[in-house]
């Protein structure tokens, strides 16, 4: 893309000596003329223009092209529009077309008319440092910057934070703006390659969030998106925001962006349209159910919709606690991850009303959970739920609910690999579902073993801190640390309380 570049000092542009013996060099290992690409800046303009001018004072072919791409002023300034990340596909062009054996005098040419047909416009949730100084401007957490340069300079409007998708609506909106005298003249219809430019903070995650808000903002408004690059190409220190590109396309100039290149830094994306692509979100298939034996409005059902809620209220309840034990042991968001299940059951449970079989029931509860509640929580509980199932379709008496702790422990242990007192969510299942042992004898009743379960399982849960971690994330932690209940095991002895504060308020 380039044969050669000049660096200045940080935020500076390169002394005219040093840019002059950039050129002298291209020129001596044999080239029939050079190009010179320059941003948009005082200091840039200046000295690439004396290098430029000493340069063909010497005998040297030297044309420069400046770019501004900048399209945050809605007012033009006599300094005119900034040269930003579009500056780079004009590397890409000018690249090519030399590759291809293209004159100078016509790369100038060419170029200069690609440079008319850009923009682009930043964002950043804060500014940069120069190594050794402040930042060169404050924000308010709930603001962002809008229209910023590369330089760590403050933009043209301060916002309120939002989310993705409305910023990105934001930047699009004002960048396509006809009564911006920067802006580019997008509209239904036309093709564009978008790019998605780190500014030197960001994660691959959160420029993937951006670049599919910008890809379905500007399909809804009819726009063909030819290619999307995505990735740091133009970045500002540490600065925790990105900028949008948007450059008007043809078929000639698509295939000089996509010529190929040895730099390596460029995006090998496929040569293909973005736009027209098929893309969907599939929601898992669930399995065809079998009738219910009981009518899912009858009181089984209600029982089970008020086990549910309670447990679901304790969840959420315990979620800041859940996940202050986590921060100890693990990555902190094991309240996170029970409070999503919770919601999703309650969503659920809005939509209609529960299976009464107590095995579509637990069937139902695990495809959900699978689905929506996501870590290993939501497949050891998938696992667990699925396994406990199965006894519960032949009978659903007291010890075919023994069984079924049983049959749930058992697929636990099998695809968990943890074992009672590894210091997990089973501790607290595994002590309850000793005591479930006693359903199984003739006469047993319900509440007064189930009291006792959970009361195990508690006392379980609190033991758990004075275990080694053998199993789970809490395994990789020095044991010195891990003085606190697994939030796991305390969850698990939670769900167990709130099932059996129901079943004695309803006298069960």
């Known amino acids: 893309m380039l044969t050669g570049v000049i660096a200045g000092a940080v935020f500076t542009s390169p002394a005219v000596g040093s840019i002059l013996a950039a050129i002298r060099a291209v020129a001596q290992a044999g080239t029939v003329g050079t ?65 291809a054996g293209v004159g100078l005098e016509e790369i100038t040419n060419r170029v200069s008319v690609v440079a008319k047909a850009m923009g682009t416009l930043g964002v950043s949730l804060s500014s940069c440092s120069v190594p050794g100084s402040r930042p060169t401007f404050e924000l308010s957490a709930d603001e962002v910057e809008l229209g910023l340069g590369i330089h760590g300079e403050a933009g043209v409007l301060r916002i309120k934070m939002a989310t993705a998708d409305e910023i990105v609506a934001h930047m699009l909106n004002h960048m396509t703006d006809s009564s911006n005298v920067s802006h580019v003249p997008v509209q239904s219809g036309s093709s564009v390659v978008l790019m998605v430019n780190n500014l030197g903070g960001l994660s691959y995650l959160e420029l993937g969030i951006i670049a599919d808000a910008a890809v379905r903002f500007l399909e809804g408004r009819g726009v063909k998106i030819a290619r999307a690059l995505v990735g740091t190409f133009m970045s500002a220190l540490e600065m925790p925001g990105v900028s949008l590109t948007l450059l008007l396309v043809d078929e000639p100039l698509l295939k000089l962006i996509d010529a190929e290149t040895t730099a390596a830094a460029w995006p090998n994306v496929a040569k293909v349209s973005v736009t027209g692509r098929k893309r969907s979100r599939a929601a898992p298939a669930e399995p065809p159910e079998a009738p219910d034996a009981t009518a899912a409005g009858g009181a089984t059902s209600k029982q089970m919709v008020r086990v549910l809620e309670r447990v679901c209220t304790t969840l959420l309840g315990l979620e800041d606690q859940l996940n202050a034990l986590d921060r100890a042991a693990g990555d902190g968001d094991c309240g996170t991850t029970h409070s999503r299940a919770a919601r999703a059951i309650q969503g659920w449970l809005k939509e209609s009303p529960p299976p009464a079989s107590p095995a579509q029931l637990l069937s139902k509860l695990s495809l959900l959970l699978l689905e929506k509640m996501g870590g290993s929580s939501g497949a050891l509980y998938g696992l667990f739920l699925t396994a406990a199932a199965q006894p519960l379709k032949a009978k659903t008496d007291l010890a075919a609910w023994s069984a079924a702790m049983d049959a749930g422990l058992e697929a636990m242990q099998k695809y968990g690999k943890a074992a009672p007192g590894d210091r997990t969510m089973l501790d607290s299942l595994w002590a309850a579902g000793q005591e479930l042992q006693a359903w199984k004898s003739p006469g047993a009743n319900l509440l007064p073993v189930l009291t006792k379960a959970v009361k195990n399982a508690e006392a379980a849960a609190e033991a758990t801190k004075n275990m080694e971690a053998g199993a789970g994330r809490a395994s990789y932690i020095s044991s010195a640390r891990l003085d606190q209940p697994d939030p796991g095991a305390v969850a698990a002895a939670a769900i167990l309380r709130a099932i059996l504060e129901v079943l004695q308020s309803q006298g069960a």
């Open 35 to 99: 190009l010179l690409i320059v941003k948009n800046y005082t200091g840039d303009r200046l000295n690439f223009g004396l290098a430029r001018e000493q340069a063909r004072a010497e005998g040297i072919p030297v044309e420069m092209v400046v770019v501004g791409d900048d399209s945050a002023f809605t007012v033009l300034k006599k300094a005119g529009r900034r040269g930003l990340c579009g500056t780079v596909l004009i590397h890409k062009v000018a690249g090519a077309l030399a590759e």
